[in-house]
């Protein structure tokens, strides 16, 4: 019923930046709270940013400053500028949302496919 969908991922030397995008559809009433996380190999997915329905952020402490969590809700979008990537930002990130459907009367967790960011040194 909901589809997240990211985009912008890619190649980038050290100190670069990247913006990433991930955009929800389907039959959707509200989209609450939303955030990004990534995932290196070997590694367990951990929490990137995320980003409360009024707005409100926080941020994984090795990140904070560098990353910039925002949404446009009248697009349904999460967004995550990243500036001054380092090697070890190398992982696949992966958007989720907390969505309440049409006719719904709970929020539910959905999860975009993955981008994969990769930084060189």
């Known amino acids: 019923q909901v589809q997240l969908v990211e985009s912008g991922g890619g190649l980038v030397q050290a100190g670069g930046s990247l913006r990433l995008s991930c955009a929800a559809s389907g039959r959707i009433f509200s989209v609450n709270a939303m955030g990004w996380y990534r995932q290196a190999p070997g590694k367990q997915r951990e929490l990137v940013a995320h980003?409360?329905?009024?707005?409100?952020?926080n941020y994984v402490d090795s990140v904070r400053g560098r990353f910039t969590i925002s949404r446009d809700n009248a697009k349904n979008t999460v967004y995550l500028q990243m500036n001054s990537l380092k090697p070890e930002d190398t992982a696949v990130y992966y958007c989720?949302?907390?969505?309440?459907?049409?006719?719904?009367?709970?929020?539910?967790?959905?999860w975009g496919q993955g981008t994969q960011v990769t930084v060189s040194s």
């Open positions: 989720d949302a907390r969505v309440t459907v049409v006719g719904g009367s709970y929020d539910y967790g959905y």
């Open positions: 980003i409360g329905s009024g707005g409100s952020t």
